[in-house]
């Protein structure tokens, strides 16, 4: 989180490369609100493709796999879940629609965080809209057994006091939404 400490953005060196990065973004803005009203039908499938997408990465990452077509099913509302992983990603792709629909009402909150991970768990029997009771680590394990900590996230008992720290420093660099 060093992002969020005090003057750490500020004494970053800004090259010519990010500056150039900064203001293709400005024009492919602008190109994208034309876009948006000459195409709305492209925009609206390609949305839909990358609701698929970010739906079988994020829950491929917390060990959740589904075979592609029943993801799409799924994500389209066209089939109910059978088990836990898809009552997951069928929460996480209600969360994900909210999100799309209403991100500029959506302040950014740690109790808006843990009203968007309840409703993840939403057809789940497992509760959520808490934050974790246990350390966790993110892992990968190979074919050969060996497994490699990627990441060690906070350990549980600081998880609270850090997404208010995080809420709290995002809002101060950003805008306050929500506070």
Do not use: C
Not at 29 to 49: H, M, S
Not at 62 to 87: C, M
Not at 108 to 134: C, E, M, N
């Amino acid at each position: 989180m060093n992002s969020f400490t005090e003057g750490f953005i500020e004494q970053q060196v800004i090259n010519q490369g990010i500056l150039q990065t900064i203001r293709l973004l400005g024009e492919y803005k602008g190109k994208q609100e034309l876009f948006k009203e000459q195409a709305p039908q492209v925009i609206k499938t390609l949305r839909q493709a990358a609701i698929i997408q970010s739906t079988e990465s994020s829950n491929r990452i917390e060990g959740i796999t589904v075979p592609w077509k029943r993801i799409k099913k799924l994500v389209a509302e066209k089939t109910n879940p059978r088990d836990r992983s898809e009552q997951e990603i069928a929460g996480y792709r209600n969360v994900l629609n909210t999100i799309h629909s209403s991100y500029a009402h959506i302040p950014f909150t740690p109790s808006i965080v843990l009203q968007l991970h309840r409703d993840i768990y939403q057809f789940s029997a497992h509760p959520g809209g808490r934050w974790k009771a246990i350390d966790n680590e993110i892992s990968a394990t190979y074919p050969d057994g060996t497994k490699v900590v990627r990441f060690r996230p906070k350990p549980a008992y600081e998880t609270p006091a850090a997404m208010a720290r995080l809420h709290q420093e995002f809002n101060r660099l950003f805008g306050s939404r929500g506070q």
